[in-house]
Structure formats: C-alpha cells, structure tokens
C-alpha cells in the first residue's frame, strides 16, 4: 500500500483496510467508536481492517486493475 500526503493507493481489500484504519487511528477513534456508528460490531470492523470482506470488493479492484485504472482514498481535509 502507497502512502503520500494522506492519500492511500487501494490495490487490494487489505490495502483498503490498512487505509481505513490509519484514517481511525489519526482520528483517535477506536473500532468500537466506528462499529456503533455504522450499526455493526467490533470484530466485523476488525475484519473490514484486516482485509477480510466481500469478494465482490475484491472484482471490483481486480476490474479496475484490468483497465489500468487506480483507486485512491484521500483524506478529506474537513
């Protein structure tokens, strides 16, 4: 996973997941705080962060991979 001033380069479901725990963690909010939010629990978040969630995520990056596209995330300076 590319890190450069705030901006993470998603080219996988575990490099997705690292980017969403570093954007929490900058925020000092633990995985409970963000679970509740979403209405879902702290061991499915875990997951989420450790790359493990849907396959149809994984198509997608493989999809857009196979057309030479990029996904980033980038933090929202607001």
């Known amino acids: 996973m590319e890190q450069k001033h705030n901006t993470w380069r998603i080219e996988s479901p575990k490099s997705l997941g690292s980017a969403l725990r570093a954007l929490r963690e900058e925020r000092g909010l633990t995985q409970?705080?963000?679970?509740?939010?979403?209405?879902?629990?702290?061991?499915?978040?875990?997951?989420?962060?450790?790359g493990d969630f849907s396959a149809q995520v994984l198509l997608i990056l493989r999809a857009i991979r196979l057309l030479h596209g990029e996904l980033r995330l980038e933090r929202n300076r607001g």
């Open 32 to 50: 409970a705080d963000i679970a509740r939010s979403l209405g879902t629990t702290r061991q499915r978040l875990s997951r989420i962060e450790d």
